[in-house]
């Protein structure tokens, strides 16, 4: 069975605060991919990273980057100079590579929370 | 483009009765699931449809049923509404490459009394 642990229920930082969103995941398969979902409060999940098994490379994108770990079957997720508009809810999400499109198993989320 | 549109974005319900919600997907998708998003719960898949059939279904009992049309469109339908329905149901699209990337709408806030 596959699942995703986000230990984080919420955090509150000051802008311009540095942040780290943890994600560790279980599942049996070789292949898979690892997702990280943000949720405004206006409600549609928004993508903003996909991450095969096979490639540990991290990634920046911006003030986001991303460090994913096989070693340690996690997949965090670093804000550099958080901002307001940063505030939301951030799903880490897992599939496996020959399952659905759609049957990702996602953790319970962590509220993030930027105050000026 | 015009992104996933799911309607009525809210709508209040008494146990017993029956719901149905809509979603329209991106233009050219042909897949769309449905989630549902509780507090307590977390995302739970609840099932895909691809060119008018259902491929996949969540662990949901057969109160909470689904369709989709020629058109892609989708619509969900929860029967007998119990209190523990409440939940915002997410709809998403996907253009159909493997790859897990969905584009969500933003959701139909049910509350049952």
């Known amino acids: 069975a596959q699942k995703v642990t986000q230990a984080q229920t919420e955090i509150s930082v000051v802008e311009k605060e540095d942040v780290t969103l943890d994600c560790v995941y279980e599942t049996r398969d070789t292949t898979y991919y690892l997702f990280w979902y943000k949720q405004p409060p206006s409600g549609e999940l928004v993508f903003l990273i996909r991450r095969n098994s096979f490639d540990e490379q991290n990634e920046i994108s911006g003030r986001y980057s991303w460090n994913f770990q096989k070693s340690t079957s996690s997949f965090n997720f670093t804000i550099t100079a958080s901002q307001v508009v940063d505030s939301a809810v951030y799903f880490c999400a897992l599939k496996n590579s020959g399952g659905s499109n759609y049957k990702l198993t996602f953790g319970k989320g962590t509220l993030l929370t930027v105050n000026p | 483009k015009a992104g996933v549109t799911q309607t009525p974005r809210y709508l209040i319900k008494t146990r017993g009765q029956q719901v149905t919600l809509s979603c329209s997907p991106i233009?050219?998708?042909?897949?769309v699931s449905w989630y549902q998003q509780t507090p307590g719960q977390g995302l739970q898949f609840l099932f895909e449809y691809f060119s008018e059939t259902q491929r996949n279904k969540g662990n949901f009992p057969g109160r909470f049923s689904g369709r989709q049309f020629s058109n892609s469109r989708s619509e969900m339908n929860v029967s007998t509404l119990e209190l523990g329905d409440s939940a915002l149901y997410l709809c998403?699209?996907?253009?159909?490459?493997?790859?897990?990337?969905?584009?969500f709408g933003e959701g139909s806030r049910l509350t049952v009394l």
């Open positions: 233009s050219g998708h042909r897949s």
């Open positions: 998403a699209s996907s253009g159909g490459r493997n790859t897990g990337e969905l584009f």
